[in-house]
């Protein structure tokens, strides 16, 4: 690992109450004793570890400004490393002087995730840990949190990690008897693994069940608001939102665009999508809209269609249903402040939830919620559980199940126990690279590339 001694502003890009400059490396002490002058007189480099001084910052012998510096001594840091971080007033332009003056002294701009980084290189977490610290970051909900702080405390790795050990037995077993034939060594049968395997599938399936069911609240559902023109599509983005992002006319057409706003539905997590009015038409920009709109439904995980149901439903109202069948759809039956002229019983045929509601006073907005929930299976969701919080981490228990059940079919096929010994091989390399004990440096770079800077 380089050895070079980094910077960098470990709290947002905008004015606050505080600003923290974190320095982590070999020189990380020396470096902030440069610029950082406690009031009791005391030099930084003989500070003991989880340690915080008051004092002054100052570049070039010009005083910054007053703040206090923690001091941590490997390997008792976030990193490993030794560490000082200045917390001092949060104003842009002191918090990035202070920074200055850091990289003057002799560090280097750390880059993105390279704190985080250093602490799964020096053992402080492992890669599933290390990605829950950005899913806790950018947790919009209680339940997400929750998930993401248990995989930081290693309930993930650990279950991962037992799953992978009861397969390495067989393992063990298997390159025993295979690699000395002419040994008094017991052979492993097939009645003695098999078992093993089909609790290994079990488990790891039920990460992954955990996992699609635990989506919408802990990385959020793609998400598209469909419907013709004039039933109330933008105004239902609207009150999602809680503000003005579409515009609203009565005029037909008036949304030619793909409108997209992140929101949040009680804990629900939803990147939402207003779209044009879909329905045939010869206006060329608006059709344009309408193709936009068809193509956005096409990749949708979950679409909101939208029914104006003070009106009758017509052809255009039919092909919306028609282009829902095959998705994971609700339908909405806007304008419930009006009296119903909508065919209820057509659309509650072909959608498995509807929602009554008013998009323009916020009614029904309680039920939508629940309606989302149930679609998306999240209140099987359970934070407390071992939770997968990447794609990446599902990826590599997609992987491993796959090889775990080409070893069950092996064995139930009767063939070889090299087969089965291969098929092992695969599933505990999956289930460590999702631990990071068997991550390519390539993995790894990608894990925290996708990190700011500071963590």
């Not at 070039?60 to 703040?67: F, L, M, Q, S, Y």
């Not at 045939?280 to 936009?292: A, P």
């Amino acid at each position: 690992m380089d050895n070079k001694t980094i910077a960098a502003v470990a709290t947002p890009n905008a004015p606050g109450g505080i600003g923290i400059v974190r320095i982590s490396g070999e020189r990380a002490i020396e470096i902030a004793a440069k610029i950082f002058v406690p009031v009791s007189g005391k030099n930084l480099t003989e500070s003991k570890g989880y340690q915080a001084h008051f004092g002054n910052v100052y570049d070039n012998n010009e005083k910054i400004d007053e703040a206090v510096c923690l001091v941590f001594r490997a390997p008792r840091s976030y990193t490993g490393e030794d560490t000082a971080e200045i917390s001092c007033h949060g104003g842009l332009y002191v918090t990035k002087r202070v920074l200055r003056a850091a990289l003057d002294a002799g560090a280097m701009p750390a880059e993105a995730g390279e704190f985080t980084k250093r602490a799964f290189l020096n053992g402080k977490i492992d890669l599933a840990a290390a990605e829950s610290v950005m899913a806790l970051i950018g947790a919009s909900g209680k339940q997400a949190a929750a998930a993401a702080l248990n995989t930081l405390d290693g309930n993930l790795s650990r279950e991962i990690r037992g799953v992978a050990q009861s397969i390495v037995s067989i393992c063990a077993s298997l390159a025993a008897w295979v690699d000395y034939p002419d040994e008094d060594i017991e052979d492993t049968s097939a009645q003695d693994m098999l078992p093993v395997f089909e609790n290994a599938k079990k488990e790891i399936s039920d990460i992954i069940r955990r996992y699609d069911c635990g989506r919408a609240l802990t990385d959020g559902i793609d998400a598209v608001i469909v419907g013709r023109p004039n039933v109330g599509k933008s105004t239902l983005m609207n009150m999602l939102t809680g503000f003005e992002r579409s515009i609203v006319t009565n005029i037909a057409g008036t949304t030619r665009d793909v409108v997209e706003e992140k929101i949040v539905l009680g804990e629900i997590i939803m990147r939402v999508a207003d779209t044009a009015g879909i329905r045939e038409t010869e206006n060329v920009v608006e059709n344009i809209g309408v193709n936009l709109a068809k193509r956005r439904l096409e990749r949708a995980e979950l679409v909101l269609a939208v029914f104006d149901g003070s009106e009758p439903l017509n052809a255009d109202d039919l092909d919306i249903i028609n282009y829902c069948k095959t998705k994971r759809a609700i339908a909405l039956l806007n304008k419930s402040d009006l009296p119903l002229s909508a065919d209820r019983k057509i659309i509650t045929d072909a959608f498995s939830h509807t929602v009554e509601l008013s998009a323009s006073t916020g009614e029904g907005r309680n039920e939508l919620e629940k309606a989302v929930s149930e679609i998306c299976s999240t209140s099987e969701f359970d934070p407390n559980s071992a939770c997968l919080t990447s794609e990446r981490q599902r990826q590599c228990c997609v992987n491993a199940l796959g090889s775990i059940e080409e070893a069950i079919a092996a064995i139930n096929s009767g063939v070889t126990l090299d087969a089965v010994n291969v098929c092992a091989d695969c599933a505990i390399d999956a289930l460590l690279e999702l631990t990071g004990e068997k991550a390519t440096s390539a993995v790894v770079d990608e894990v925290f590339s996708r990190f700011c800077v500071g963590k």
